[in-house]
């Protein structure tokens, strides 16, 4: 095995293995080529993310990674793309920026607290409110009710300081703004339509404590200093919430 066939991380060959749907393992490609020509496993180059976030320079051959801008006065809070070249199971992707990428699992590596945080915006996206209802409960199970309050309302800095309500807001998932409303508002519960108060109420997920208009998911502002309201408006989503008043945030 020659090292163009090897990944520069493990030195293992660029495959991974995987089961069908029929129980039957097969190897598949896993190749991910950077602008240096340096190849990688997919998961063997993101556990290299600190280094190459800090440096932007390959973590095997210390090649840089960023193009060159060709000046020196453009903005340092532009990142400039790691174009790479992807070979998997689904075929080849061409010029994938695998900085954002390696920026999460960084960002991620030091704050750890962020992960479920981050899982339920993914899920606030995906108006997926089954499965964001079970996140939190089992993390009430696990005992952390103390830090529910925090990741309901945390605020993205890698996504313009956005909350689950603004993602939700933005991707018209009215199902899920009930939800965040119902856990992190001052809201009355006779508002909420009955569905989503009997989805909470039926695996015992009650109201978070909102002890002053601060504390209201609907106050929070993001990068642009837009509330979740502002941002429906803007989106053009929630016409009737708007119109309701339900999306105001508290004076």
């Known amino acids: 095995m020659?090292?163009?066939?090897?990944?520069?991380?493990?030195?293992?060959?660029?495959?991974?293995?995987?089961?069908d749907d029929e129980g039957a393992e097969q190897l598949v490609p896993d190749n991910l080529l950077l602008?240096?020509?340096?190849?990688?496993?997919?998961?063997?180059?993101?556990?290299?993310?600190?280094?190459?976030?800090?440096?932007?320079?390959?973590?095997?051959?210390g090649a840089s990674l960023a193009p060159s801008s060709g000046s020196s006065s453009s903005s340092a809070a532009a990142q400039p793309p790691i174009l790479t070249t992807y070979v998997s199971e689904g075929g080849v992707e061409e010029n994938l920026d695998i900085l954002p990428v390696l920026t999460e699992e960084s960002y991620l590596s030091a704050h750890p607290e962020a992960r479920p945080a981050r899982a339920l915006h993914v899920l606030a996206e995906g108006g997926d409110v089954h499965s964001a209802v079970e996140l939190l409960h089992s993390l009430s199970d696990d005992g952390e009710e103390e830090s529910l309050p925090a990741l309901v309302r945390y605020q993205d800095p890698l996504a313009g300081l956005k909350s689950a309500l603004h993602i939700a807001v933005k991707a018209d998932q009215e199902g899920m703004v009930w939800l965040l409303l119902w856990l992190s508002s001052n809201l009355p519960e006779g508002v909420f339509p009955d569905?989503?108060?009997?989805?909470?109420e039926a695996i015992g997920l009650g109201?978070?404590?909102?002890?002053?208009?601060?504390?209201d998911i609907r106050s929070l502002r993001d990068a642009n200093s837009d509330t979740a309201e502002a941002l429906a408006r803007s989106a053009g989503t929630l016409s009737q919430l708007l119109q309701a008043g339900i999306l105001t945030p508290p004076s």
Do not use: G, Y
């Open 207 to 215: 109201r978070l404590p909102v002890t002053s208009a601060d504390e």
């Open 2 to 19: 020659t090292n163009l066939d090897a990944c520069k991380v493990c030195e293992e060959r660029l495959f991974m293995s995987v089961v």
């Open 35 to 61: 602008p240096c020509d340096c190849h990688f496993h997919w998961e063997c180059l993101v556990s290299q993310a600190d280094q190459i976030v800090s440096s932007l320079q390959c973590p095997s051959c």
């Open 195 to 200: 569905e989503s108060r009997a989805l909470a």
